[in-house]
């Protein structure tokens, strides 16, 4: 039996729109889709509908390692949510909730099974921690 999905989250202190635009643009993608400072986005593309690819560079700042995160997406809500697959099947879904000072985005995703769960989760939570504080940079 495959491992529960893992759910990370983070309250935005700005609007669904703003929320969402930073989620999703490429231009804002970049400048947050890490997990720590020693590694960077170079590229970003976002084709946003069903159907449309995802596609991410992700490389450590030094070039020792590299890889491009792609996915499908099967459902798009527009502002709302979205639902991808990544290229070995596992699916990912995020949400923005809008809540009265703000927006609480959530993803939820499948582990994979090559790092321990606790890994994962820090990795996708530590990317999430920063696109929240870019976000509300904007």
Known sequence: MPPEQITVTAFVNASPDTAWEAYTRPKHITRW???????????????LRVGGTYKARMEAKDGSFGFDLVMIY?????????TSTMENGRQVTTTFAPEADGTLVSTRFDPETEHPIE????????ILNNYKSYAESL
């Not at 997990?35 to 170079?42: I, N, R, V």
């Not at 890994?119 to 530590?126: F, L, P, Y």
């Open 119 to 126: 890994m994962q989760r820090d990795g996708w939570q530590a």
């Open 74 to 82: 099967d459902a798009v809500e527009t502002g709302e949510s979205f």
């Open 33 to 47: 889709n890490f997990a720590s400072d020693d590694w960077c986005c170079p590229s970003a593309s976002n084709d």
